[in-house]
């Protein structure tokens, strides 16, 4: 920790991750963004990215899920008729997907109460866990979001899931804009375009922390979360310099 002009900043990796005052949030981990059966994989996008990424994402909601770490799930959520889709959303589309289109009209996914829309297997939630319905690119954007993790004590957001350039940055930028410490999980997010992908993760980098889903999983182990947590209350307490 260190203190700014009389404010304690929390410093270190292991202290912003804190079990006691995280949340991973998933983003859109659903079938019509991720799945080759969804929307996007019949169309032909390419989705190499996302199998490793799901594979290390279930290890860190794994070990979120044995640290007690709040874990909140968010999804994707279009009305049918296109009702949550204003014409600025709609021209917003239609320039996102244009090459996959090709020419067509603005596509359809993510609609509510569809197979598209349900998260993938191996990330479905917990009956305990939140989960936010959206329809806007970030998570926080007409949600409870924010009202939820402040009730729950949250003070540092973990963000994971898909897409990078779009919801996943979204939803960081409005971390921080409420107030919250932004970690970004660098290997545990994901993008069905390589260099939208990598451009968002150069901008990320010098806004936000970053950590690998593996990083995060060793803080949340059982004897790290004991360690930080204890090294907290003691300068809480002041038995201990910050």
């Not at 008729?81 to 021209?91: F, K, L, Y």
């Not at 949340?220 to 209350?233: L, T, Y």
Request: net charge negative; aromatic share 6%; hydrophobic share 45%.
């Amino acid at each position: 920790m260190m203190v700014v002009d009389g404010k304690v900043v929390l410093d270190c990796l292991d202290e912003l991750v804190d079990p006691c005052h995280t949340a991973l949030v998933i983003i859109d981990m659903q079938r019509d963004f991720v799945a080759p059966d969804g929307v996007f994989g019949r169309l032909g996008v390419d989705l190499s990215m996302y199998p490793p990424m799901r594979r290390r994402l279930v290890r860190l909601l794994g070990a979120a899920r044995g640290a007690g770490v709040l874990v909140v799930h968010v999804a994707m959520t279009s009305l049918p008729g296109r009702r949550s889709d204003s014409p600025a959303q709609i021209r917003f589309n239609l320039r996102m997907h244009e090459g996959v289109r090709a020419g067509g009209p603005p596509l359809i996914y993510t609609v509510a109460g569809t197979r598209g829309h349900e998260f993938v297997d191996e990330l479905v939630p917990w009956p305990d866990e939140p989960v936010v319905s959206k329809h806007r690119s970030s998570a926080f954007w007409g949600t409870d979001l924010a009202m939820l993790l402040r009730s729950n004590g949250v003070q540092t957001v973990v963000a994971a899931g898909c897409t990078t350039e779009g919801c996943v940055e979204s939803t960081a930028r409005d971390a921080l804009f409420e107030d919250f410490y932004t970690v970004v999980a660098e290997d545990g997010v994901a993008s069905d375009d390589v260099e939208q992908h990598a451009a968002s993760m150069l901008l990320m980098r010098h806004r936000f922390d970053l950590a690998t889903c593996a990083q995060l999983a060793a803080i949340w182990s059982p004897a790290s979360s004991h360690e930080v947590g204890d090294r907290e209350r003691a300068v809480g307490s002041g038995l201990v310099r910050r």
